[in-house]
């Protein structure tokens, strides 16, 4: 009787570890490619704004995190550094600067989503041309799936 019971517990326990390993690692088996230095270097150069993401904001943890430089331009947004991988990353514009999920919580329906991030070490997207970055103060990464703060940057 206590045989099955113990197989039974077993088995869901590696099922629920493989599944969370699968969470993290998955996006990183399908991660695209970083961009290039110099693309990074001539982003930060022409950027109209600048800032700095830190792994100590009040927000983030030892598995939720970003370090690295951030350039906004009008056409792009650009970050030379790293991410913590997860699933599902966001990246909006803040009208304000967050440093926690509660506060990113509040001001959310205000923000723009502007694309899906996939590179853990540095990414570049395109700002569409009905945004206007001076609007914003901060970019925001942030994990839909499990709605969750991984980090944010303060540019104006």
Do not use: N
């Not at 230095?37 to 792994?55: E, I, K, P, S, Y």
């Not at 009040?58 to 790293?82: C, I, K, Q, Y």
């Amino acid at each position: 009787m206590i045989k099955p019971v113990l197989l039974t517990v077993s088995y869901l326990l590696v099922a629920a570890v493989g599944f969370i390993v699968g969470v993290y690692a998955l996006p990183i088996i399908v991660e695209p490619p970083a961009p290039s230095m110099v693309d990074l270097q001539m982003r930060a150069d022409g950027a109209r704004f600048t800032g700095a993401f830190r792994r100590d904001l009040p927000g983030s943890d030892f598995l939720h995190w970003g370090e690295g430089t951030l350039a906004v331009g009008s056409t792009t947004v650009s970050m030379r550094g790293e991410l913590a991988p997860g699933p599902d990353y966001k990246l909006y514009l803040s009208p304000e600067p967050v440093a926690t999920a509660a506060e990113f919580q509040a001001v959310k329906a205000r923000a723009v989503a502007l694309a899906d991030v996939r590179s853990f070490h540095g990414f570049v997207i395109s700002v569409p041309p009905a945004v206007a970055v001076e609007q914003y103060a901060s970019v925001v990464i942030w994990c839909e799936t499990f709605e969750k703060f991984i980090t944010a940057a303060q540019y104006r």
